[in-house]
C-alpha cells in the first residue's frame, strides 16, 4: 500500500520506548513500521515499530508500566503478546484481533490454554481472577462489617463496590464461580460469606420469639418494638440485626425493619410498575402500596441503595433483577 504522511507529537517515555499522537488517525496494526521525519519532511529523525495502539490515559510514565511495555515489545509472536497483555488485566479479544491481524481461526487456536477464562470477547488469566477474587472476598467482608444488619450485597452491587473499572461481564462470571465453588453464599439473591449468618444466641433467641409476632404488614422502629416488648432497646437492636444477616427481617434504614417476605412483595411491585411504565417513582409506588410518601421513599431507596434499582431524576430503574427472585 501507499505511504500515508501526517502530522503529529512525540513523546520520549524510556529507552527507545515512545508515544506517538497523530493529528489524524492512521489504520495501524501491531509490528506497522512508521518513519519519523522534522516538520520540514526533509530530515529523518527515527524509524518506528508500533508495538500497542490504546495505552492508558494516565501512568504511562510509571516503571511498572514502562517495564510491562518493554515486555510487550519483546513478543516474539501472537502468544507472547497475548500473554503480555493478560498480566494487565482484562483484553479485549475484538481489539487483540485487530491488532494482530488474526481472523477467527487464529484466535481459537491461542485461547487453547489452561487457566485461560473468557466470556463474550473479555479474556483474563488465572493470575488475575484469583487477584481479583480476593479483592472481591475483602470488599464483602468488609460490607458484612460495615452493615451488620444486612444479609449481604447483591451481585450488581458487590462487583461495583470490588472492581467497578473492570470488565462487568468478566467480574460477574467470577462472582457466579465463587457462589459455585462455596466461596461465596447466596440467599434470595444476597451474596454473602459463610460464617456472616450466624445464629442467634439464647438471650437473643428469647428476644426474637418476643419479637416476631408482632411483625405484620407495617415497619417497626428499634426503639418501638423494644418499648412494645419490654425489652433492652440496644439488646434489641443487635437482635434484630442478626435476623437481618439471617434473612428474616430488612432495614429501609437505619434501625426501621420489614419482615423480609414484605420487601419482597415490595420488589414485584417495582417489577410490575417497570413493566407497566418502565420505571417507578414515588408517587406511584406510594399509591399502589398506600402508605405515606415519606415511607414510600424510604423503601424506594433502599431499592436505589442495594442496587435493585437505579434512580435516574424522578424514576427508579430496575437494576439488578436477580435480587429478589420471583417464584
Keep these: ?31 506497522d513500521r512508521l518513519v519519523l521525519r522534522d516538520i520540514s519532511a526533509r530530515n529523518t529523525l527515527a524509524g518506528a515499530r508500533v508495538v500497542m495502539l490504546n495505552p492508558p490515559r494516565r501512568g ?20 507472547d503478546a497475548l500473554s503480555v ?6 483484553v479485549n479479544l475484538a481489539d487483540f484481533a485487530w491488532a494482530r491481524q488474526l481472523n477467527g481461526e487464529g484466535m481459537r487456536e491461542l485461547l487453547q490454554q489452561p487457566g485461560y477464562i473468557q466470556t ?20 464483602l467482608a468488609n460490607y458484612h462489617e460495615q452493615h451488620r444488619d444486612e444479609p449481604g450485597p447483591g451481585r450488581e452491587r458487590l462487583r461495583r463496590m ?4 473492570e470488565d462487568e461481564a468478566l467480574v460477574l462470571l467470577l462472582i457466579e464461580k465463587m457462589r459455585e465453588s462455596g466461596d461465596i453464599h447466596s440467599h434470595h439473591g444476597w451474596l454473602h460469606l459463610l460464617d ?12 426474637w420469639q418476643k419479637a416476631e409476632p408482632l411483625f405484620g404488614d407495617e415497619p417497626w422502629w428499634v426503639r418501638d418494638l423494644a418499648k412494645e416488648t419490654g425489652t433492652d432497646e440496644q439488646a434489641m437492636r443487635l437482635t434484630l440485626r442478626q435476623a437481618a ?17 414484605r420487601i419482597v412483595e415490595f420488589a414485584n411491585m417495582i417489577r410490575d410498575l417497570d413493566q407497566e411504565c418502565g420505571s417507578t417513582c414515588a408517587a406511584d409506588f406510594r ?16 431499592f436505589d441503595r442495594i442496587g435493585f434499582t437505579r434512580r435516574r431524576g424522578n424514576d427508579h430503574l430496575l437494576r439488578d433483577a436477580l435480587l429478589f427472585p420471583e417464584k
Design 1 to 31: 500500500p501507499a505511504p500515508s504522511h501526517v502530522t503529529g507529537r512525540v513523546s520520549l517515555l524510556e529507552d527507545n520506548l515512545a508515544e506517538l499522537v497523530f493529528d489524524t488517525p492512521l489504520w495501524l496494526v501491531d509490528n
Design 60 to 79: 504511562k510514565r510509571k516503571p511498572e508500566y514502562l517495564q510491562w511495555l518493554a515486555s510487550l515489545a519483546r513478543a516474539q509472536s501472537d502468544a
Design 85 to 90: 497483555h493478560l498480566e494487565r488485566g482484562a
Design 120 to 139: 463474550g470477547y473479555s479474556l483474563l488469566n488465572a493470575p488475575v481472577a484469583a487477584r481479583w477474587q480476593r479483592k472481591i472476598l475483602d470488599t
Design 162 to 165: 470490588a472492581l467497578p473499572m
Design 196 to 207: 456472616h449468618k450466624a445464629g442467634f444466641s439464647e438471650e437473643q433467641q428469647a428476644i
Design 245 to 261: 444477616q439471617q434473612g428474616i427481617i430488612t432495614a429501609i434504614v437505619k434501625d426501621r425493619y420489614y419482615r423480609n417476605d
Design 287 to 302: 399509591d399502589r402500596l398506600g402508605v405515606g410518601r415519606k415511607l414510600a421513599i424510604q423503601i424506594l431507596e433502599y
